[in-house]
C-alpha cells in the first residue's frame, strides 16, 4: 500500500475475533496460514521460522511458530497466554485474541474474547465435538459473541468426509440450541495445515458450497455491536487547563459508552442527579456536531456542576440503573478461592468501590449447562451467578444490552490481583 493511501487504511471496517479450541485443535497453525496466505508476514519473520521449525524437527514449516510470542510457549508447541495480532486485507483491518485451549486457562478465553465481534472456535474432525468445545461455545455465549464461526479443522486426516462434517454440525447445533445469544452460526470445513477453505476456496471439498474462512471474515456484518440508543459516558477525567486562552474552560473526558450526544441535549449526572445540557463537544482540540461510542471526546456543560472521576452523564430521558444489590455471571480468575462474604474492590467503567460477596446463587457445569446450587464453593475458572453488595451505587445496564457499563472487574485489595470478571445480568 503507497504512502498516499493510508487515509483509506484509516477509514477502513475493523474486525475484533477471538479463536477458541482444544489444545492441539490447530489454532495457532490456522492464525499462521491466515497471515502467510493473504501476505501478513514478513520475510525475516518466516526465515525465523523456518529456522525453527528445522531445530524442532518438523516435516513442514510450522505455521504456528508464527503466533506462539512466548519462548516457552514456541518450546512446548502450546499457547500459555492470549496473543493479540493486528493483520489487514484490503477489506477490512482484523485484530485477533489467539486463546489457550487448556481448561486452565478459561480465563484467558474470558479476557481474549471479551472485546470480540466474531469467535471462531475450532473442531478437530477426527473427534467431533468435545467438552472443550462446550465450553468455550458457553463463554462466547455469555460474553455475549453475536458471531460464531465453527471451523471444522483436520479435514485432510478425515479423507475429506463430507459424513464426517455433517455430524459435527448437527452435534454442535444441538448443544448451541441450548444457549441463548449465538445470533450468527456459520460452519466452515477446512484444513488449516494445507490451507483448505481458510483463505481460498479447497478443491478437496467439492460438496461444501460455502466461502472460505477469509472471505467470511472480510464480509460478516458487524455494524450492529455498539448500543447507540442509551447514551453512557462515564467520566474519567476533569479538564481545567489553567491557561489564558482557555480560562474559564471546564471539561469532562471520557470515552462514550453507549447512545449519541449532541450539543443541547438534556443531560443527568449520575449518581447525584444533578441536570443540565451539553454546550460543546471537543474532540482532538476541534468542536464536533456529535459524539457517539467509541469515540474519546470532551464534554462542556451548561451549568456549572461538581463531577469527578467515576460520575456518569447519560441522557435525562433514558437513565441507566443505579443501586447497591448487583447480580451478575462471574468467571473466577484467581488461584485462591472465593471467601464467602468477601469484600474486594469492584471496578466499573471509571468507579471503583467496594463490594461484598452477599451470596452465591449457582455455578454452572459448562459441559451440561445444568445449574449446581448445592456447591456454592468458586476455585479458578468456575463460572455462575452471585449476587453483590457495593458500598456506594453502581450506575450500570445489563450486560446484554452494553457490555461496557454492564461488565467489571473484582480485585483483591491486598494483593491487586484480578479475582474475577463480571456480566451484570
Not at 226 to 254: C, K, L, T
Not at 375 to 400: E, Q
Request: aromatic content about 8%; some cysteine; glycine content about 6%.
Amino acid at each position: 500500500m503507497s504512502n498516499t493511501d493510508t487515509s483509506g487504511y484509516l477509514d477502513m471496517d475493523l474486525l475484533r475475533f477471538t479463536t477458541a479450541g482444544s489444545v492441539d485443535d490447530g489454532k495457532s497453525t490456522l492464525i499462521g496460514r491466515l497471515l502467510y496466505d493473504s501476505k501478513n508476514t514478513f520475510e525475516d519473520q518466516m526465515e525465523a521460522v523456518e529456522q525453527s521449525s528445522k531445530q524442532r524437527g518438523d516435516e513442514n514449516v510450522n505455521l504456528a511458530l508464527l503466533t506462539d510470542g512466548l519462548k516457552a510457549e514456541r518450546e512446548q508447541g502450546i499457547t500459555i497466554d492470549v496473543a493479540y495480532r493486528y493483520f489487514a486485507t484490503p477489506k477490512r483491518k482484523f485484530i485477533i485474541a489467539d486463546t489457550p485451549g487448556h481448561i486452565q486457562y478459561t480465563r484467558n478465553m474470558v479476557t481474549g474474547a471479551s472485546t470480540a465481534n466474531l469467535a471462531i472456535i475450532l473442531v478437530d474432525a477426527r473427534k467431533g465435538v468435545i467438552e472443550q468445545t462446550c465450553r468455550h461455545s458457553f463463554i462466547a455465549s455469555l460474553l455475549r459473541i453475536q458471531h460464531v464461526v465453527v471451523a471444522v479443522n483436520k479435514m485432510d486426516l478425515v479423507d475429506y468426509s463430507q459424513e464426517v462434517y455433517d455430524q459435527i454440525v448437527h452435534d454442535f447445533k444441538d448443544f448451541a440450541s441450548r444457549l441463548d445469544s449465538f445470533v450468527d452460526v456459520s460452519f466452515i470445513p477446512i484444513s488449516a495445515l494445507n490451507g483448505d477453505n481458510v483463505v481460498d476456496r479447497s478443491e478437496n471439498m467439492p460438496w461444501y458450497e460455502g466461502s472460505s474462512l477469509l472471505y467470511h471474515l472480510e464480509t460478516v456484518y458487524v455494524g450492529n455491536q455498539e448500543n447507540h440508543v442509551e447514551a453512557r459516558f462515564p467520566v474519567q477525567w476533569v479538564i481545567r487547563p489553567q491557561s489564558d486562552e482557555w480560562h474559564d474552560f471546564r471539561g469532562y473526558a471520557g470515552r462514550v459508552a453507549g447512545g449519541v450526544f449532541k450539543p443541547g441535549d438534556d443531560i443527568t449526572v449520575q449518581p447525584s442527579g444533578f441536570t443540565t445540557k451539553v454546550k460543546a463537544i471537543y474532540m482532538d482540540g476541534k468542536e464536533i456536531e456529535e459524539a457517539y461510542s467509541p469515540l474519546s471526546v470532551a464534554l462542556t456543560l451548561e451549568d456549572e456542576i461538581d463531577i469527578s472521576r467515576g460520575d456518569m452523564i447519560v441522557k435525562t430521558n433514558n437513565p441507566p440503573e443505579v443501586n447497591q444489590d448487583i447480580e451478575a455471571m462471574i468467571c473466577w480468575f484467581s488461584d485462591k478461592p472465593m471467601m464467602p462474604r468477601g469484600k474486594y474492590i469492584l471496578r466499573h467503567t471509571t468507579r471503583e468501590v467496594k463490594a461484598i460477596i452477599k451470596e452465591v446463587n449457582y455455578k454452572v457445569n459448562i459441559n451440561t449447562l445444568h445449574k449446581i446450587e448445592d456447591d456454592k464453593d468458586f476455585h479458578l475458572n468456575d463460572i455462575g451467578r452471585i449476587t453483590l453488595r457495593t458500598s456506594s451505587p453502581l450506575i450500570h445496564d445489563r450486560y446484554k444490552r452494553n457490555r461496557t457499563t454492564g461488565s467489571f472487574i473484582l480485585v483483591d485489595a491486598q494483593t491487586n490481583e484480578t479475582v474475577a470478571a463480571g456480566m451484570i445480568a
